[in-house]
């Protein structure tokens, strides 16, 4: 997914990201990340999830990853916004998509256009699925 808003919008090569958002206290990463992808995508995700672990990147934050089988198209998504002043010190606030595109990329694609922080999930999705095979 690409990031919505003013900051993110010249940005691509390592700018993209899997879906994600906070966790409440005491709840489970695996349910929290399917609400965020259902808020960020606007799709129900479900079935069997594949764990790829957490991530931490660059500002801090933790992200725990999961993967999951499935067939979106990214002309369907449709995100939650999220409002800003904008420009800064006008007063002015406006709502921007929390995503504003989304696409399929080859491994080697996805490895220029993610988050460098979150990278090492590409590699733990390959060994995951490799595993399995």
């Not at 990463?29 to 999830?49: H, K, M, N």
């Not at 999951?68 to 002043?85: H, I, K, M, W, Y």
Request: proline residues 9%; charged residues 25%.
């Amino acid at each position: 997914m690409h990031p919505g808003g003013p900051y993110w919008s010249r940005k691509d090569l390592g700018a993209w990201s899997i879906p994600k958002g906070e966790i409440s206290p005491n709840e489970d990463p695996l349910i929290a990340a399917r609400r965020e992808f259902q808020e960020e995508v606007g799709s129900v995700v479900d079935g069997p999830t594949l764990p790829l672990g957490v991530v931490r990147q660059a500002g801090g934050k933790r992200v725990h990853a999961f993967a999951v089988r499935g067939d979106l198209d990214p002309a369907q998504v449709r995100s939650n916004t999220f409002d800003l002043e904008w420009p800064p010190g006008s007063g002015v606030t406006r709502a921007f998509p929390e995503v504003d595109r989304a696409g399929w990329f080859t491994i080697d694609e996805a490895r220029r256009r993610i988050l460098p922080s979150q990278a090492s999930l590409l590699d733990r999705l390959l060994d995951a699925l490799s595993e399995s095979s």
